[in-house]
């Protein structure tokens, strides 16, 4: 018998799938793995489930979309949580994270926590003048979750940051139902203990949320699989504006209109220095 279905979780090589016959745990055809594919989190499959047989995924079909860290498919919103204070925001950090979602065609919407302790307006309205649905939460209160929770019905949909930035507590905040361990703050370290060892799926109403592993500034500062050809349409502020060269990497190139754009302060100091820190990092990171 053979079944479609979606895993929503995994697991040490074994994969729960979902499929309209219920839960099965499965494992991947060593096929897979010749051929350097690895299912995902969020992968839409085909399984075979035979009587006395363990089920195996037979199957993995086209993804829309992936990310390496953390392994997941097919996901329509990112939720880039972002704490007010401990640890601080570090624009780097989170302008990074934004350039892989824009490259991988998700939508990225930054949700501020922690307001109740420090105030995010500046960096908010960055972000907000880009077009980027940006939501404030107070995890102790739960306000601002009712939003975010309207506004991601239906969708599959991912928290990402920072370790101790309030994911878990966030998660507890919209689906209280799932009690997610939030973990305290470790003011040695400034960040979070990983509480999250896994992701997996959970289901609300016609879409899914996951949870995901935090991460050290460290960690994210390695993970970037953007050409460097295709960088700055990562950037949308860099969006229409003319250059005097068709190819300007809005770096030093003469008639610029990026770095024009950036002198008349049309363009926000912290995104361009992003750029840049991340094109020197693609250039020593890929060999061109």
Known sequence: MEIKGRIIKSVGGIYEVETADGNYQCKARGIFRSKGISPYTGDFVRISAEDNAEPIIEEIFERKNELIRPPMANLDIVLLVISACEPYPNAYVIDKLIAVFESKGIETVPVFTKQDKSDSGELIGVYESLGYRCFRVDNTTGQGSDEIKEYINGKTVALIGNSGVGKSSLINCIFPELARATGEISKKLGRGRHTTREVTLYRFGDGYIADTPGFSTVEVNRYIDIPKEDLR?????????????????????????????LGAGEIAKSRYESYERMYAEIMASQKY
């Open 233 to 261: 349409y990562c950037f949308r502020e860099f969006e229409g504006v003319e250059c005097r060269f068709a190819d300007c990497v809005h770096l030093k190139e003469a008639g610029c209109g990026v770095r024009e754009k």
